[in-house]
T-cell receptor, first 113, second 114 residues
Framework: DSGVTQTPKHLITATGQRVTLRCSPR?????VYWYQQSLDQGLQFLIQYYNGEERAKGNILERFSAQQFPDLHSELNLSSLELGDSALYFC????????????FGDGTRLSIL | DQQVKQNSPSLSVQEGRISILNCDYTNSMFDYFLWYKKYPAEGPTFLIS?????DKNEDGRFTVFLNKSAKHLSLHIVPSQPGDSAVYFCAASDTGAGSYQLTFGKGTKLSVIP
């Protein structure tokens, strides 16, 4: 158990809809990272938050947004969903902004019908 | 452009023998490297890491070697055990960039045969 909690584990929805994925980092970790793993792809970095502030952005679509709350949990919001958004979404956390290693949750599997 | 490449999608090894997983990178700014192991329906689990100031790091049965001039790293597992059967991901980070985001390879599926 990595200590990183992601909910829900599975999400099935339709094109055009909006969903929210939730992540609770390990106790004491201030930094949260979101990654997307599509079929046949490695994990792709989306965005990082550190202590409530956005720290770095990867190839995150404009339809996607995230935030980190004062209690350090984070949410990833995906809107106007398309079939191609079907993927595994992982959250990871680390102690500091540059802390390694990152510890991963078990992911949320998003299926768009 | 894939900056971290794991060219072997799969590898089969007999129990007790050595497993060698390889990883190549193209971005010369990468200075920190990690290996993660992933079982089905679980998230990646950190195994071992190495900084670019070293060329070897060991932790029990796992050793990571880094060849900076060749932009190549490898993970050695000795001896291999059936429980090591999983997908192994190589990841790299440019710590000077300030974000420590990880760039991952696509993974190598290791099967250890009893």
């Amino acid at each position: 158990d990595s200590g990183v909690t992601q909910t829900p584990k599975h999400l099935i929805t339709a094109t055009g809809q909006r969903v929210t994925l939730r992540c609770s980092p390990r106790s004491g970790d201030l930094s949260v990272y979101w990654y997307q793993q599509s079929l046949d792809q490695g994990l792709q970095f989306l965005i990082q938050y550190y202590n409530g502030e956005e720290r770095a952005k990867g190839n995150i679509l404009e339809r996607f947004s995230a935030q980190q709350f004062p209690d350090l949990h984070s949410e990833l919001n995906l809107s106007s969903l398309e079939l191609g958004d079907s993927a595994l979404y992982f959250c990871a956390s680390s102690v500091a902004a540059g802390g390694q290693p990152q510890h991963f949750g078990d992911g949320t599997r998003l299926s768009i019908l | 452009d894939q900056q971290v490449k794991q060219n072997s999608p799969s590898l089969s090894v007999q129990e007790g023998r050595i497993s060698i997983l390889n990883c190549d990178y193209t971005n010369s700014m990468f200075d920190y490297f990690l290996w993660y192991k992933k079982y089905p329906a679980e998230g990646p689990t950190f195994l071992i890491s190495i900084s670019s100031i070293k060329d070897k790091n060991e932790d029990g049965r796992f050793t990571v070697f880094l060849n900076k001039s060749a932009k190549h790293l490898s993970l050695h597992i000795v001896p291999s055990q059936p429980g090591d059967s999983a997908v192994y991901f190589c990841a790299a980070s440019d710590t000077g960039a300030g974000s420590y985001q990880l760039t991952f390879g696509k993974g190598t599926k290791l099967s250890v045969i009893p």
